[in-house]
């Protein structure tokens, strides 16, 4: 049963402190994406990688967030410091690009961040 | 500012019923369209697509109607179950070969049995 997991599931922390957030995408997709959801901005974008190059990072604030994929099974998402308004839900998301879009993205169950 | 609206927080239905969930665009260059089905503590799932070439999808009790001149989509349940209450997301990608997806705030779809 191929699915996107992520860790950790939930985590609270406090403000100023690091948090990294981990994803393993499906294997063989080589299109991953971290989203965020608010209640007030829904599901955004905040960046997404095809073969493990940055393609598009322009939802993520650059001073304090940073995403990477140190290899094809993992991607992570580094808040630091984090801060109170980055409490959400962090998505990701993987899938099958071929660089014409049209691409279905398959979601992990996400990782619900408490900063307090 | 968003490109992707959806205009009802929440749907309620009677089992058995059609479901009509409603999605508007702003973006001329989206061309490819997506719903995703949401339940508690878990991630969204894929439902169905249409690319804007078309008008009309279909996957068994799902169909999706794309009016590109009003910029409108739609997605029906015929018959609703139970099961399908959960909360649908209309996403919307553009033209040039991204795989970047717009999404709604979701419509939260309440099937009474």
């Known amino acids: 049963d191929a699915r996107v997991t992520q860790t950790p599931r939930d985590k609270v922390t406090e403000m100023g402190q690091e948090v990294t957030m981990r994803c393993q995408p499906i294997?063989?997709?080589?299109?991953v994406f971290w989203y965020r959801q608010t209640m007030m901005q829904g599901l955004e974008l905040l960046a997404y990688?095809?073969?493990?190059?940055?393609?598009?990072d322009s939802g993520m604030p650059k001073d304090r967030f940073s995403a990477e994929m140190p290899d094809a099974t993992l991607a992570t998402l580094k808040i630091q410091p984090s801060e109170p308004r980055d409490s959400a839900v962090y998505f990701c998301?993987?899938?099958?690009?071929?660089?014409?879009?049209?691409?279905?993205?398959?979601f992990g169950q996400g990782t619900r961040l408490t900063v307090v | 500012d968003q490109q992707v609206k959806q205009n009802s927080p929440s749907l309620s239905v009677q089992e058995g019923r059609i479901s009509i969930l409603n999605c508007d665009y702003t973006?001329?260059?989206?061309?490819?369209f997506l719903w995703y089905k949401k339940y508690p503590a878990e991630g969204p799932t894929f439902l169905i697509s249409?690319?804007?070439?078309?008008d009309k999808n279909e996957d068994g009790r799902f169909t999706v109607f794309l009016n590109k001149s009003a910029k409108h989509l739609s997605l029906h349940i015929v018959p609703s179950q139970p099961g399908d209450s959960a909360v649908y997301f209309c996403a919307a990608s553009p033209q040039g070969g991204s795989e970047k997806l717009v999404f709604g705030k979701g419509t939260k779809l309440t099937v009474n049995p």
């Open positions: 998301a993987s899938g099958l690009g071929t660089g014409a879009g049209n691409t279905e993205a398959f």
């Open positions: 973006n001329s260059m989206f061309d490819y």
């Open positions: 990688f095809r073969n493990r190059a940055p393609l598009d």
């Open positions: 294997l063989g997709h080589n299109t």
């Open positions: 249409i690319s804007s070439i078309k």
